[in-house]
């Protein structure tokens, strides 16, 4: 009973370790473990160690029942072995991950970030609309003294909008982009 607790205790430090390398690096941009490890593609480590858990969780489950069989309890204590070892080594080789190249896909922001970008832009742009208004109506009602600085103000401000017109088409082609291409 003693190493089943040890078990529990491990897992527990898992769940940790993994929360806090699941935070820091993301989803990975691809399947961490083979699929017969873990069910489905697990691309971070917290879903991992809660599938450790369950194994384990049925393997203590059958045995108090008594419906435990040597033959299962051998595929169970073999498979908890193997994602646990699993999940450990993940864990242990992070600095070696971190100097892999990364995936296209790693860089790609979700869609509905690009959404809140561009609405964003959206704001900036005519926020600036109305800035080039502004120093227009300046310029137009300068003193000769003051023209050329109105005339540069206006100038600054138009390139400003200009910048924020061109990254909001950029944002709007990713956007069509993904959405044609998911």
């Not at 940790?16 to 399947?31: F, I, N, P, T």
């Not at 310029?139 to 003051?146: E, K, R, T, Y």
């Given at each position: 009973?003693?190493q089943?607790?040890?078990?529990?205790?491990?897992?527990e430090?898992?769940?940790?370790?993994?929360?806090a390398?699941?935070?820091s690096r993301?989803?990975h941009?691809q399947?961490?473990?083979?699929?017969?490890?873990?069910?489905g593609?697990?691309r971070?480590?917290?879903?991992?160690?809660?599938e450790?858990?369950?194994?384990l969780?049925?393997?203590i489950?059958e045995?108090?029942?008594?419906r435990l069989?040597?033959?299962r309890?051998?595929?169970?204590?073999?498979?908890?072995?193997?994602?646990?070892?699993a999940?450990?080594?993940?864990?242990?080789?992070?600095?070696?991950?971190?100097?892999?190249p990364?995936?296209f896909?790693?860089?790609?922001?979700?869609?509905?970030v690009?959404?809140?970008?561009?609405?964003?832009?959206?704001?900036?742009?005519?926020?600036?609309?109305?800035?080039?208004?502004d120093?227009?109506?300046?310029l137009?009602?300068?003193?000769?003294?003051?023209?050329q600085?109105?005339?540069?103000?206006?100038l600054?401000?138009?390139?400003?909008?200009?910048r924020?017109?061109?990254?909001?088409?950029?944002l709007e082609?990713?956007?069509?982009y993904?959405?044609?291409?998911?």
């Amino acid at each position: 009973m003693s190493q089943l607790k040890q078990l529990v205790s491990t897992l527990e430090q898992l769940s940790v370790q993994a929360a806090a390398l699941d935070r820091s690096r993301g989803e990975h941009h691809q399947a961490l473990f083979d699929e017969r490890l873990f069910h489905g593609s697990a691309r971070l480590l917290v879903p991992c160690v809660k599938e450790a858990n369950a194994t384990l969780e049925t393997l203590i489950r059958e045995e108090d029942s008594g419906r435990l069989t040597a033959l299962r309890a051998e595929y169970l204590s073999e498979r908890l072995l193997s994602q646990v070892s699993a999940i450990q080594r993940e864990i242990a080789t992070q600095s070696i991950r971190k100097k892999e190249p990364k995936h296209f896909s790693h860089y790609q922001k979700p869609i509905n970030v690009l959404y809140q970008e561009l609405a964003q832009h959206q704001e900036w742009e005519r926020r600036l609309m109305e800035m080039v208004r502004d120093k227009q109506f300046e310029l137009d009602n300068a003193s000769p003294f003051s023209q050329q600085q109105a005339q540069q103000a206006l100038l600054s401000t138009e390139q400003r909008l200009e910048r924020c017109r061109s990254a909001k088409i950029k944002l709007e082609n990713q956007i069509t982009y993904r959405e044609r291409h998911q």
